[in-house]
């Protein structure tokens, strides 16, 4: 999930990892009574991405995201999205010292050296990426777990265990090795989450057959 280690704040819900909005619709806990929050979940987590834009600023966002909360990344991505060109990961790439001093004079974004320079290093990883495995969504939707290899049931409990699974950390050791910097198992997994790769969508939620029925509809890339 978004938060990725984070406690249950509605312990009055129908079930744990699940709570009842003000108009009786049940739902993961983790977006709280936030508007924004509950807007994402409900119609962007988990639903399947092939974007290669969307999945490299997933990709940056994430990185960004380490030691914060997403919904602060939330909030804050679309002013990310104006500083780093949409996201684009060929105009990043061409970004130089000028453009990380702009950065970092930026208020609206993360003004944290390490992370903006690895977004524009990671760039230039992704179009090798695209490269060698024709887009970013191939490569990484290659990494999408069997069913044999997901737990029979998603819930609170389960899900609580997954912070890291074989296949996000065989998706970060791959992309480590190409030279992406901010890309550890625990953030893949968030990615995959985030993208559809999975559907954690804690069973009982009102979002968990509708993104079901989307993945179920999807063409994987590459495939």
Not at 73 to 102: C, M, Q, S, W, Y
Not at 137 to 154: I, Y
Not at 159 to 177: C, D, G, I, N, V
Request: glycine share 8%.
């Amino acid at each position: 999930m978004e938060e990725r280690v984070v406690e249950n704040r509605d312990d009055e819900g129908p079930a744990a990892g699940l709570t009842r909005r003000e108009d009786g619709t049940v739902s993961c806990w983790w977006p709280g009574a936030d508007e924004g929050y509950r807007h994402y979940h409900d119609h962007e987590w988990g639903r399947p991405v092939a974007d290669d834009i969307r999945l490299f600023e997933k990709l940056c966002l994430e990185g960004f995201q380490a030691g914060l909360s997403w919904l602060t990344i939330l909030r804050k991505r679309e002013n990310f999205r104006a500083a780093f060109a949409g996201f684009d990961p060929a105009v990043v790439a061409t970004f130089g010292p000028a453009d990380v001093e702009r950065l970092l004079g930026d208020a609206g974004i993360i003004r944290h050296r390490g992370k903006i320079e690895a977004t524009i290093s990671n760039a230039s990883r992704a179009l090798e990426l695209v490269e060698e495995a024709g887009s970013i969504a191939a490569f990484l939707w290659s990494f999408e777990p069997s069913v044999a290899d997901r737990p029979e049931r998603c819930d609170h409990a389960t899900l609580m265990t997954m912070a890291r699974t074989p296949a996000s950390e065989a998706m970060s050791k791959a992309l480590r090795k190409r030279g992406w910097r901010f890309v550890g198992p625990t953030t893949m997994y968030a990615l995959m989450q985030a993208m559809g790769m999975v559907n954690d969508h804690v069973e009982g939620c009102a979002q968990r057959a509708a993104v079901e029925a989307e993945r179920d509809r999807f063409s994987r890339p590459g495939r």
